[in-house]
Each structure stands twice: as structure tokens, then as C-alpha cells.
């Protein structure tokens, strides 16, 4: 029962944030952020509570290890002669190297049409049920696959949005983690919490936007519809098979490299850092950003005792990545609830960090420069919200555990 109001407590709080950072309070639609958040409670009761959900669920988890299986052989084909250790994990080996697989599928669904088809509709029908504007909607759902790539699918209209509607497109696309990870997520945490956070994300960077960026979709509407940004390409535009191909292997292997360089970077001076601290003030400097991060922990509803551990992960997220902050989360699994553990597992899969920031200015740069400029003065009202939808997701997650 205290575990029940902890977490209606959390829902509260976080809305709150979200009203008290409203742009106009007047135009806030709560009717569609309550018809969301329904939905969000339904679904995680269906995939965390039902058989049928937990099925679908796992059998979701299950393609991804499939085809974490398939990447294998190609890992065993180039790095053949490289001896591990039985059961041993190695992160570039069999977390990152399958994203190379996975970008080329996406790449190949991408060219045929299907995966334009599922979310030019899939995002016709989330704009009927959120009244969030077509646009918007596609982009959500389009996020929820390529994260800030989304932003290319509509490049054309970029220079057209407004600064609320950029802000929007911007928010779903921080809010969300690249469908090219989620093996690699799965290898380090449990698939079915992976499939859960990817789905609440949609809802929960719209219920925020919603709160603190309200305005009428329908307002200075453009005159491109979704239709016309994801109608197919004639076989004369399009480029070879095998060339498409190709530039989407290496697309992966340079998305493999960047993790690569990024994790190690943060990891390593995350873990000099705590070596400093240590030797001068007998506390790492994991464990300060934790006491620091633990009231904004207790408030999402991570049990008392876990809250020092879970703002360490918090933290750790948001100053450097994703994986990092997985990577931590799997080194005090051991000692947490299973409910910290999967709050915080839900919480971490999304691109809510200051590095993400960065990515969008430089996509958006390339893109127009002028809504490059109009984003830079949201930049961190955009990273708050992003991390205020990550808690939200973490704390509806947590009432089934």
C-alpha cells in the first residue's frame, strides 16, 4: 500500500514539475494527458501483468536475441581466432558489433517501404488517440526507432516549425533510444523492461510536452501532410540494393565506433574521478553524485534504501550516456529491489543526456542553421522535460513491482 501512494505521489510530483514549467497553463490538455496516462497504466499491466502480454513481450525479447545470434556469426567469422572465456561478456563483441546487423535491417525495411508504411499509420493512429498534431505524432513514433536520426525524415518541414512545434519533434526524439540498440540493451538488461520503456517513452515525452509546451496542432499547420513526407520513391530515385546496403553496414560499424570511443572516455574518467575522491575524501565521486541525485530518486519512488545507488545511475545517465549508466546499473543489480532495478532500467533507455544536446544542435546545424539557433535557447528546458518523461516512465513501471 505504501509502495501504491509512493508512486501516485511520484505521478503527482512529476506532472506538477511539468505545469510549473508550462509555457501557458491555459492551453494545457488534460484531457488527453490523463487519457494517456491511462493508457500507459493499462499497457504495463497487459505486458508486465497478463500472460498474453508477458508472451508478446517475450517473444519480442526473443527475436532481438535471435538476432543477436545471427550477428554472432559474423563476430565469429571475423574474430574467429580470438579464445574468451566460457560465459564471459564482451561488450564490443557481443553488445556492439550485432548494431552493425541491426542498422542494415533497418536500412533494408527503410527501402523496401515497410517500415515508412508501419509509421506513417502507426502514427496516424497515436495522433487519434493524443491529439497531438500529425506531424508530431509521426515523429514520436519515428523516434522511437531512430532516435535524433528521426529528425531527417522530415527535414523538408524543419525550416517551417514553429518554435513550439520544433521543440516538440525535439523532445520525442531525446526521449527515446535508437531501435539499432535495443539488442545491445537487451544483452545488459532484461528484454522485456527494454520493450516496456520503449513504449512508454512515446506517451511520457508527450503527457510533458503537453504540460509545458501546449499549443493547437492545428494552428499554422503545414501544407505537407505525412503522406507526402513518407509517400515512396520512385524505383528510378532510388539507388541500387547492394549500394543501400552497403552504406548502412557502415553506417553501423561507425555508430559501433562511437559508442565505443564514448563509453570508454566517460567510463574511464568516471572511474579516475572516483580514484581522486577516494584518495582525498575517502567517497568516489559515484557515490557523491548519488546522495546528490537520491532525493530526486526517493521522489520517483525507488524504495528508501536503493536511493543513493539509483541517483548514482540517475547522474551517471545524465552526464554522460546511456551505457554508461547501464553499465553501473548491472555492477549494483545485486543489491537492489527488483522494483529499483527495473524503475531504473525503464529510466535508462532514452537519449536524455547533456551529450545528446550537442547531437541535436550538430543534426539540426545541418539541417537550418536558424532552427539550430531557435533550439539552443531551449536546449536545457528540453533536457529537463526529457529527464522529467524518463522519470515518468520509471515511476508508472514501478507500480507493478
Not at 505486458?47 to 502480454?53: K, N, Q, R
Not at 539499432?180 to 522485456?192: C, H, V
Request: glycine letters at 8%; aromatic letters at 10%; proline letters at 2%.
Amino acid at each position: 500500500m505504501i509502495s501504491i501512494a509512493r508512486g501516485l505521489i511520484a505521478l503527482v510530483v512529476i506532472l506538477l514539475a511539468g505545469i510549473a514549467m508550462s509555457s501557458d497553463r491555459k492551453k494545457i490538455d488534460y484531457k488527453h494527458i490523463l487519457l494517456m496516462l491511462g493508457i500507459q497504466i493499462i499497457l504495463t499491466f497487459f505486458l508486465l501483468g497478463t500472460s498474453v502480454g508477458i508472451s508478446i513481450i517475450t517473444g519480442v525479447s526473443g527475436f532481438f536475441g535471435w538476432l543477436l545470434e545471427q550477428a554472432g556469426a559474423g563476430t565469429d567469422f571475423v574474430f574467429g581466432g580470438v579464445v574468451l572465456e566460457e560465459g564471459v561478456t564482451v561488450f564490443f563483441f557481443h553488445v556492439l558489433l550485432p548494431i552493425i546487423l541491426i542498422n542494415a535491417l533497418i536500412g533494408i525495411l527503410n527501402y523496401t517501404n515497410i517500415l515508412p508504411f508501419i509509421t506513417k499509420w502507426l502514427g496516424k493512429g497515436l495522433n487519434k488517440i493524443t491529439g497531438s498534431g500529425e506531424l508530431e505524432s509521426f515523429n514520436a513514433i519515428s523516434s522511437s526507432i531512430l532516435a535524433n536520426n528521426a529528425l531527417l525524415t522530415i527535414k523538408e518541414v524543419i525550416p517551417k516549425l514553429s518554435r513550439k512545434q520544433l521543440f516538440t519533434v525535439c523532445l520525442s526524439a531525446t526521449s527515446a533510444a535508437a531501435a539499432t540498440s535495443f539488442g545491445a540493451y537487451m544483452e545488459l538488461i532484461e528484454g522485456n523492461l527494454v520493450v516496456v520503456a520503449v513504449i512508454l517513452n512515446i506517451f511520457s515525452a508527450l503527457i510533458l510536452n503537453k504540460l509545458v509546451n501546449p499549443y493547437d496542432p492545428d494552428e499554422g499547420s503545414l501544407e505537407e501532410s505525412v503522406d507526402d513526407l513518407s509517400e515512396e520513391d520512385s524505383p528510378k530515385d532510388k539507388e541500387p540494393f547492394f549500394s543501400m546496403l552497403s552504406d548502412h553496414l557502415q553506417e553501423g560499424f561507425q555508430i559501433v565506433v562511437s559508442v565505443m570511443v564514448i563509453v570508454f572516455g566517460f567510463i574511464s574518467l568516471l572511474s579516475m574521478l572516483d580514484s581522486i575522491f577516494e584518495l582525498a575524501l575517502n567517497i568516489s565521486f559515484t557515490e557523491i553524485l548519488g546522495y546528490i541525485f537520491a532525493p530526486i530518486a526517493y521522489i520517483m519512488g525507488i524504495p528508501s534504501g536503493d536511493v543513493v545507488d539509483a541517483g548514482s545511475v540517475m547522474a551517471t545517465k545524465l552526464i554522460t550516456n546511456e551505457f554508461a549508466a547501464i553499465g553501473y546499473l548491472v555492477e549494483v543489480e545485486t543489491v537492489l529491489s527488483a522494483k529499483t532495478y527495473a524503475m531504473l532500467s525503464t529510466y535508462v533507455i532514452s537519449f536524455a543526456n547533456f551529450g545528446t544536446m550537442g547531437i541535436l544542435t550538430g543534426v539540426l546545424g545541418g539541417i537550418d542553421k536558424n532552427q539550430k539557433n531557435v533550439l539552443s535557447k531551449d536546449l536545457m528546458k528540453l533536457l529537463t522535460v526529457a529527464t522529467l518523461a524518463s522519470m515518468l516512465t520509471a515511476a508508472v513501471t514501478g507500480f507493478f513491482y
